[in-house]
């Protein structure tokens, strides 16, 4: 799994077609997330950034070049192989948290082990081992209407890790939370990029940016700034 | 996902707009209560109707002149007691012979009276039908061979005429014409709408001299085994015709009496169940609706679950087993009511009902099936959201 890098982008792009007017949302992207990789993705609204999560994350499937989740083409994979492979590689972590409401914290997290196939009394053992690693050992049995912001952002972080994947994408993570909030989300983050997951940010905060490894700046559909910080770095390149 | 916690989740989601669910579910309900409550009627209806029948005693067959066919015009009697001489030889026993000429008059005692249904019969009657007495004793041979002014009551003219009072010895009159009471019925109930306590049994001959005829208007006669019945009838209406040439006559059976009415009552049993089915239809509608509802309620959720790995399957097993969940607790108190009703209605109104196990099943059976059907739709729609798209949605 080490050799393989978690996502490969070769040049891909994704149309739309939307009342028989086609609309380009990304022209061409290569990018490649290793394992730990820490990446910023930058832009406005409208830039694309958002189009390109979607598919690094298995959610959406490029309309041209080739993407590889876990070494697997996309391409090549039905709906329902997709959904595992959501599970297995990828965690989401979105701005507006997307909790079930009415769900306590614990079985929120144990949602995607539910996809798996595994039973109950484990499921609820596991979140609760990612909900203590988050913090919020005292909130298990809590709702989401009972926390705060930052509370829920750590829930649904603790949920993108439940299954234990390569990659942790995070859209906008801080951006429904005020500063100080928002500061120990990013530093929970980084302690699990120590960890070893890898963290895709995407943010058009750049102050967030600037704390990631590396950073890639879009517009209109396309990568326009590899800024390489991290010592590794050489992949991104447009 | 296991089916387990897919059947969790529905029942999560119906908890959690109780209101909704339960106003989904009445539509089912209701429809399924019809449908219980209904073919419970039929069914009682129909099995008092067969046990009315067969209290009449059993392989019997009734001649009647004329044809019974639809359309036929009816005809007048040209019986007369000879003829029962006739039919006594074909049967081999006088007493497996009974007949009947009837009509409806006023019986008096002292200042009180009643509309009563006069019957001149042979005392052959107590053999052929089921008819018990409850105090005295039935009419003789001889009374009938001397058409002596003997009468036996039933027990609602008994009641009408004598309260409490012994009837026993005491004076009647029919038709201005002086009877004394020898016997009184066991109480009967009604029989085929028929009140059968407002009998009055008098000797065949004495109720011809009262009416001056010499007809009688039907003959009934219990056949030895079941077997010759039909052998029987057709000798019956052989030997009847020879004597009158001209006249028709016909013989049925028990069973063929059963057949038709059994087949008049399935029509009318099916056709209510019919009815109230189409209400049970409506109810599916309803769960379609909410379905559609919630799955556009829920856009968020499907989005979020299919980014976390469910498979379009498993997002739409959910909302069907939640259509499943909705049909089938609502057929299940729909059950529960349209039993309480069909109970209800027996106990509490003259019309019979009897609820049955195969109505039961098959209104649970419908009610699951409902929910499949009409949950597919929104289960599909829900199944193949775009997870982008619904992750967006607000």
């Known amino acids: ?238 | 996902m296991r089916l387990a916690e897919a059947w969790r989740v529905a029942l999560d989601a119906l908890r959690a707009n109780r209101l909704r669910s339960v106003l989904t579910m009445l539509g089912v309900v209701i429809g399924v209560a019809a449908v219980v409550a209904l073919v419970a009627i039929g069914t009682g209806t129909k099995q008092q109707i067969e046990q009315q029948v067969e209290g009449l005693g059993s392989n019997l067959l009734i001649v009647v002149p004329g044809r019974l066919e639809a359309g036929s015009a009816p005809s007048v009697s040209t019986l007369s007691l000879d003829d029962v001489e006739a039919v006594s030889r074909v049967v081999g026993d006088r007493n497996r012979v009974a007949v009947t000429v009837a009509s409806g008059e006023t019986v008096r005692a002292g200042s009180r009276t009643s509309f009563a249904s006069m019957q001149g019969v042979l005392e052959t009657t107590p053999s052929v039908f089921v008819r018990r007495l409850d105090r005295g004793s039935y009419l003789t041979r001889s009374d009938v061979n001397t058409a002596r002014r003997v009468a036996v009551l039933g027990a609602g003219v008994a009641t009408q005429l004598f309260g409490d009072r012994d009837p026993i010895g005491r004076q009647i009159t029919i038709g201005g014409v002086r009877f004394r009471v020898i016997g009184t019925f066991e109480q009967l109930g009604q029989s085929l709408g028929v009140d059968r306590d407002s009998e009055v049994h008098i000797p065949v001959t004495a109720a011809q001299r009262l009416l001056g005829t010499d007809r009688i208007d039907a003959l009934a006669i219990r056949a030895p085994d079941r077997e010759r019945i039909d052998t029987l009838g057709a000798d019956i209406v052989a030997a009847l015709s020879k004597r009158h040439p001209e006249s028709d006559f016909s013989a049925v059976t028990q069973e063929q009496i059963l057949g038709v009415l059994g087949d008049i009552l399935g029509v009318l049993t099916g056709v209510l169940a019919a009815i109230a089915g189409i209400s049970l239809l409506v109810g599916g509608v309803g769960v379609s609706n909410i379905m559609l509802v919630s799955v556009r309620e829920r856009t968020r959720e499907i989005g979020l679950r299919k980014a976390v790995g469910a498979r379009p399957r498993d997002i739409g097993l959910q909302f069907l087993l939640e259509a499943v969940l909705l049909t089938t607790i609502g057929g299940v108190i729909g059950m529960a009511l349209g039993i309480s009703a069909a109970l209800l209605v027996d106990r509490l109104s003259p019309v019979p009902a009897a609820v049955t196990w195969w109505s039961l099943a098959l209104a649970f059976g419908v009610s699951a099936l409902v929910g499949i059907v009409f949950g597919v739709v929104p289960a599909q729609r829900a199944g193949r959201l775009d997870p982008v798209v619904a992750l967006r949605t607000e």
């Open chain 1, 1 to 238: 799994m080490s050799d393989i890098p978690a996502i490969v982008a070769t040049d891909v792009s994704r149309t739309y077609e939307l009342d028989g007017v086609s609309v380009t949302a990304l022209r061409g992207v290569s990018l490649t997330v290793t394992d730990g990789d820490y990446l910023a993705i930058v832009g406005t609204s409208g830039s694309g950034k958002s189009t390109l999560m979607h598919l690094l994350g298995g959610l959406d499937r490029p309309t041209g070049g080739t993407l590889l989740i876990g070494g697997r083409d996309v391409a090549t994979l039905t709906p329902p192989e997709m959904a595992r492979l959501r599970n297995e590689t990828i965690g989401f972590v979105f701005q507006s948290f997307h909790l079930l409401t009415r769900t306590t914290a614990r079985d929120n997290v144990a949602l995607p082990l539910v996809y798996r196939g595994i039973g109950r009394r484990e499921r609820r053992a596991r979140a609760g081992e990612m909900l203590e690693r988050v913090g919020l050992a005292h909130r298990m049995d809590h709702r989401p209407n009972q926390m705060s912001g930052g509370e829920q952002q750590r829930v649904a972080i603790a949920r993108a890790l439940v299954t234990g994947p390569s990659v942790l994408l995070a859209d906008e993570p801080t951006g429904n939370l005020d500063t100080t909030t928002g500061q120990s989300v990013l530093a929970l983050l980084e302690s699990l990029n120590a960890d070893g997951v890898a963290v895709v940010l995407v943010t058009h905060d750049r102050e967030v940016a600037e704390r990631a490894h590396r950073q890639i700046v879009m517009r209109d559909g396309l990568i326009v700034e590899p800024a390489p910080l991290a010592p590794d770095a050489g992949d991104g390149t447009a």
